[in-house]
């Protein structure tokens, strides 16, 4: 954390490297979602559905990563603090030999980013800021005691794949959970920088044309441009189905999955 007033250590965006040599974390998303596709109900009030299990898996697959990201709005939504989830889950950690909280990572293009969300009341890991090389200097200047580091990437668009580098070399993340929402995933996926989707479809409907999906934004509006997925496992407890879809044109990466 910055004691000078100024922002915290800043990288600039490096030049964007060719898909065969990209150093980049492995990249899961994972996300609940209803019987008819939806992350929330059309007015957001609704986004947290699944069982007690589903918020075990959750947990569970932290404890795998190096760092758990997501959108401005995600963590806008709630008690949203993106920690290890407990002595439970930190135990796994350690068995792992991984550090025992995961960092935190909050992406913000352009800075509007809640400065009293909750998660900045929990320290405790560091906690990193993504953001646009444009982005409105007043606006992250709310972020100098709040965070730990800022990687700015990009002017105008927010170059994911050079943020995800930095994450990579200068944080150590080998491997990075996304949990959302739906803009961020769309992003990374169509960027092709995710390797995984993890689903846990819950028993509900929502319905509402503008109730968020998994995937925001134009990923594709053609079927031979879609994200090609393949099931890589199934399993069914009680009312709920976890599922795991490998992704089929994820870029090649300097690491592969453990
Ligand atoms: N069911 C679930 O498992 C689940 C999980 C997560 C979230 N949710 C719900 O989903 C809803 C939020 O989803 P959402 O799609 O609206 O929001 P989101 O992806 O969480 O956040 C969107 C914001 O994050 C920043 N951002 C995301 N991708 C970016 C990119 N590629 N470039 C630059 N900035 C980017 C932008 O911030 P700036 O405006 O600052 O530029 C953008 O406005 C909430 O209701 C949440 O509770 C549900």
Known sequence: MSKTGKLPATRRATPRASLETIRRPVVLINMSLTVDGKIATANRRVSSFGSDQDQVHLYELRSTVDAVMSGARTVEAGAVDLDAGGARFEAMRRARGMAVQNLRVIVSGSGTLNPRAHIFRKRGSPLLLITREDADAGRLSRFTTRVDAVGRFGRGKLDLEAALKWLF??????????????????????????????????PFIFGGNGAPTIAGGDVTHRLADAVPCQLKSIRGLRDELFLVYRVANATRRATLPP
């Not at 961020?184 to 169509?190: D, V």
């Open 169 to 202: 070399e200068e944080w150590g993340v080998r491997r990075l959970l996304c949990e959302g929402g739906g803009e961020l995933n769309g992003s990374l996926l169509k960027a092709r920088l995710v390797d995984e989707v993890h689903l846990t479809v819950c």
